[in-house]
């Protein structure tokens, strides 16, 4: 069963019955703002200063351009989630063969590595600089924000949305008087927004940017976020809600490129001019700001705003991780844990290599990180333009053909100067190794073999059809066999289930004690992080669907003559379940086990144990 998008927020946040056009754009902002905090994250830091201080304001253009691709592709994610109600990788999962999305989840969970591992290090070097912690120390320290992530979700979206808000106003702020320090040279600025490239080197900062600015789990994330909003499902309330946020997204977005432009245009202003054209680390950076600005809160500004991102970035990159897993794998694993899975996949490589060459790489590793999500760019891209062109999924509110194109072309432009470069750095490898043979014989396929995924997701959608939606989301098409032989002993029955094998045997069991004429009550809950957020508000694609497999329960029990109402509920089973057992007149709730114990209770979570001291009625627990 896949479960809903971020089910614990899901359709958390009203946008309806709002007294004022104001009141009802407001109530629409907030997911572009945690979406933009990965534009500015410390992984830019890195890919900006080194643009600033090598070519000077000559790279602002592809700053300028990939805000531009960025804007349009946030747009169609928000677009794919308001009018399907699924995240991307939910539309991935239907759309293409298990063996394909394994390897789309593979790459989007290597891009997530690689986004934590450049806030992990930039969070760490803004400790190191504020505070003077070695930056191992710093490293281990990140784990902490783990707590906070589920602090802030516990108090609900739009508190954790108001927590990000302040984290980039910090930011926005700091950079306002680093632009007075610094006071960069107009004309010269202007000048930069004309597109050039000065040699192979700018190439690879370009890439860096582009791929530090157009980030993959963004779009995974955006698709997701918008369906924490519940408005009217109309024709006219989605074109509102499209309206809505594009506005959201258009200013939160070019916020992130002031703050962007504003870290090359101090390195550029700083440094370039100053002629210290190797400046490329963090923390060189932090150095030279107080001697070269003349002021000592240069360097501390832009400190608390590198430590900013890092934590702002960090708790939307665990989303966007939770995301993937959830809609690829149809896997759901408890928030903390995910958390500390992600945090440790980047900290363990980020210890082992400053433990073996020191602190000095810290730059080269974040610079390398953003063209990892460079390269995975295209393997989210070209499935949400796909998505996105599609009239029958759309509903009618596919993208036109002048949007199309547009969207085609920044695809086309992404993945060719990623070509380019995994091209231009295999002939070297090739050139300068002493056993060529081994590369022909690993990279080369490899390589080759993404190649030809990246055709084979281009052509697909045009040849075959999307599986149909509930065949996807129920394996065992709800092809209940149920007897209703028992004896009459409780008068109101309700039934917890969850479109699995187990509920055969849980409402057999509830029949065999309450036979033919009890009353019966069907429970899901919907526990994806929207709905855990944003409670009943929460409207998505998981939600509709699991009304619709919780109405076909109702109808195939009411063909067997057997009179069956359906709640469902919204956010964590342990306590949905019991408020919603204690507020009705039940006799008895019957309950099928997940049939896993010990570690795996860690991983999944539990219900039962939680359960059964809160409810006031007994509870027949039933063995799958």
């Given at each position: 069963?896949?479960?809903?998008?971020?089910?614990?927020?899901?359709?958390?946040?009203?946008?309806?019955?709002?007294?004022?056009?104001?009141?009802?754009?407001?109530?629409?902002?907030?997911?572009?703002?945690?979406?933009?905090?990965?534009?500015?994250?410390?992984?830019?830091?890195?890919?900006?200063?080194?643009?600033?201080?090598?070519?000077?304001?000559?790279?602002?253009?592809?700053?300028?351009?990939?805000?531009?691709?960025?804007?349009?592709?946030?747009?169609?994610?928000?677009?794919?989630?308001?009018?399907?109600?699924?995240?991307?990788?939910?539309?991935?999962?239907?759309?293409?063969?298990?063996?394909?999305?394994?390897?789309?989840?593979?790459?989007?969970?290597?891009?997530?590595?690689?986004?934590?591992?450049?806030?992990?290090?930039?969070?760490a070097i803004g400790i190191n600089l504020l505070f003077g912690l070695p930056l191992i120390q710093g490293v281990m320290?990140?784990?902490?924000?783990?707590?906070?992530?589920?602090?802030?979700?516990?108090?609900?979206?739009?508190?954790?949305?108001?927590?990000?808000?302040?984290?980039?106003?910090?930011?926005?702020?700091?950079?306002?008087?680093?632009?007075?320090?610094?006071?960069?040279?107009?004309?010269?600025?202007?000048?930069?927004?004309?597109?050039?490239?000065?040699?192979?080197?700018?190439?690879?900062?370009?890439?860096?940017?582009?791929?530090?600015?157009?980030?993959?789990?963004?779009?995974?994330?955006?698709?997701?976020?918008?369906?924490?909003?519940?408005?009217?499902?109309?024709?006219?309330?989605?074109?509102?809600?499209?309206?809505?946020?594009?506005?959201?997204?258009?200013?939160?977005?070019?916020?992130?490129?002031?703050?962007?432009?504003?870290?090359?245009?101090?390195?550029?202003?700083?440094?370039?001019?100053?002629?210290?054209?190797?400046?490329?680390?963090?923390?060189?950076?932090?150095?030279?700001?107080?001697?070269?600005?003349?002021?000592?809160?240069?360097?501390?500004?832009?400190?608390?705003?590198?430590?900013?991102?890092?934590?702002?970035?960090?708790?939307?990159?665990?989303?966007?991780?939770?995301?993937?897993?959830?809609?690829?794998?149809?896997?759901?694993?408890?928030?903390?844990?995910?958390?500390?899975?992600?945090?440790?996949?980047?900290?363990?490589?980020?210890?082992?290599?400053?433990?073996?060459?020191?602190?000095?790489?810290?730059?080269?590793?974040?610079?390398?990180?953003?063209?990892?999500?460079?390269?995975?760019?295209?393997?989210?891209?070209?499935?949400?333009?796909?998505?996105?062109?599609?009239?029958?999924?759309?509903?009618?509110?596919?993208?036109?053909?002048?949007?199309?194109?547009?969207?085609?072309?920044?695809?086309?432009?992404?993945?060719?100067?990623?070509?380019?470069?995994?091209?231009?750095?295999?002939?070297?490898?090739?050139?300068?190794?002493?056993?060529?043979?081994?590369?022909?014989?690993?990279?080369?396929?490899?390589?080759?073999?993404?190649?030809?995924?990246?055709?084979?997701?281009?052509?697909?959608?045009?040849?075959?059809?999307?599986?149909?939606?509930?065949?996807?989301?129920?394996?065992?098409?709800?092809?209940?066999?149920?007897?209703?032989?028992?004896?009459?002993?409780?008068?109101?029955?309700?039934?917890?289930?969850?479109?699995?094998?187990?509920?055969?045997?849980?409402?057999?069991?509830?029949?065999?004690?309450?036979?033919?004429?009890?009353?019966?009550?069907?429970?899901?809950?919907?526990?994806?992080?929207?709905?855990?957020?944003?409670?009943?508000?929460?409207?998505?694609?998981?939600?509709?669907?699991?009304?619709?497999?919780?109405?076909?329960?109702?109808?195939?029990?009411?063909?067997?003559?057997?009179?069956?109402?359906?709640?469902?509920?919204?956010?964590?089973?342990?306590?949905?379940?019991?408020?919603?057992?204690?507020?009705?007149?039940?006799?008895?709730?019957?309950?099928?086990?997940?049939?896993?114990?010990?570690?795996?209770?860690?991983?999944?979570?539990?219900?039962?144990?939680?359960?059964?001291?809160?409810?006031?009625?007994?509870?027949?627990?039933?063995?799958?």
């Amino acid at each position: 069963m896949m479960g809903k998008s971020l089910e614990e927020v899901h359709e958390s946040v009203s946008t309806q019955n709002k007294t004022s056009v104001f009141r009802r754009i407001l109530a629409f902002f907030g997911p572009a703002y945690l979406i933009s905090v990965g534009y500015m994250d410390p992984g830019n830091w890195a890919t900006d200063i080194a643009g600033g201080s090598q070519f000077g304001y000559a790279l602002l253009w592809v700053l300028l351009m990939s805000n531009l691709m960025a804007l349009l592709l946030q747009s169609l994610s928000a677009r794919l989630g308001i009018v399907t109600q699924r995240d991307l990788a939910q539309a991935s999962r239907e759309t293409y063969s298990p063996f394909v999305n394994y390897i789309l989840y593979f790459l989007a969970e290597i891009a997530i590595a690689a986004c934590d591992l450049a806030e992990v290090l930039g969070m760490a070097i803004g400790i190191n600089l504020l505070f003077g912690l070695p930056l191992i120390q710093g490293v281990m320290i990140t784990v902490l924000d783990t707590f906070l992530l589920l602090f802030l979700i516990n108090k609900g979206m739009r508190k954790m949305e108001a927590f990000i808000i302040a984290l980039v106003a910090i930011i926005g702020v700091s950079f306002v008087f680093e632009m007075v320090f610094a006071q960069p040279e107009l004309p010269k600025v202007l000048a930069g927004l004309i597109p050039s490239l000065p040699n192979e080197t700018a190439l690879y900062i370009a890439i860096g940017i582009i791929g530090a600015t157009v980030m993959p789990h963004n779009l995974y994330l955006h698709s997701s976020l918008v369906q924490t909003r519940k408005f009217d499902r109309s024709k006219a309330g989605i074109k509102q809600a499209l309206k809505y946020n594009l506005i959201d997204s258009t200013i939160a977005l070019n916020l992130a490129f002031f703050v962007n432009a504003a870290i090359l245009i101090l390195a550029a202003a700083t440094f370039y001019n100053n002629g210290k054209f190797d400046v490329a680390e963090i923390q060189d950076a932090y150095r030279f700001l107080e001697p070269y600005l003349g002021t000592s809160w240069a360097p501390i500004l832009f400190a608390v705003a590198l430590i900013a991102a890092g934590q702002s970035s960090t708790i939307t990159g665990t989303l966007a991780g939770q995301i993937i897993m959830e809609g690829y794998l149809n896997l759901r694993i408890q928030p903390w844990v995910r958390r500390i899975i992600t945090r440790l996949i980047a900290i363990v490589p980020a210890v082992i290599v400053i433990s073996v060459f020191g602190e000095g790489v810290t730059g080269k590793m974040l610079i390398l990180s953003q063209v990892i999500l460079s390269l995975q760019l295209g393997f989210a891209i070209i499935p949400l333009i796909h998505f996105v062109s599609d009239k029958s999924k759309m509903k009618g509110f596919h993208i036109g053909r002048i949007t199309q194109i547009t969207a085609w072309i920044i695809a086309l432009i992404i993945v060719s100067l990623n070509a380019k470069l995994v091209f231009d750095e295999l002939t070297g490898w090739l050139a300068s190794s002493s056993n060529p043979i081994i590369l022909w014989l690993t990279v080369v396929p490899i390589c080759i073999g993404f190649l030809v995924l990246l055709l084979y997701i281009v052509f697909k959608p045009f040849i075959t059809k999307a599986k149909h939606d509930i065949l996807n989301h129920s394996p065992h098409h709800l092809a209940l066999q149920f007897n209703k032989s028992g004896a009459y002993n409780k008068k109101n029955i309700a039934i917890t289930v969850d479109f699995s094998k187990s509920d055969e045997s849980a409402i057999n069991s509830a029949f065999e004690l309450g036979g033919a004429e009890a009353n019966y009550t069907l429970i899901h809950v919907v526990e994806t992080v929207g709905a855990m957020m944003y409670g009943e508000n929460i409207e998505d694609h998981e939600t509709t669907i699991d009304e619709k497999l919780l109405q076909e329960y109702q109808e195939m029990l009411a063909e067997n003559g057997i009179k069956a109402d359906i709640q469902l509920g919204f956010g964590k089973p342990n306590k949905v379940i019991p408020k919603i057992v204690n507020e009705g007149n039940f006799d008895i709730l019957v309950m099928g086990t997940h049939g896993h114990t010990g570690f795996k209770d860690l991983l999944f979570g539990t219900t039962v144990d939680k359960l059964r001291h809160q409810i006031s009625i007994p509870l027949f627990i039933v063995k799958k």
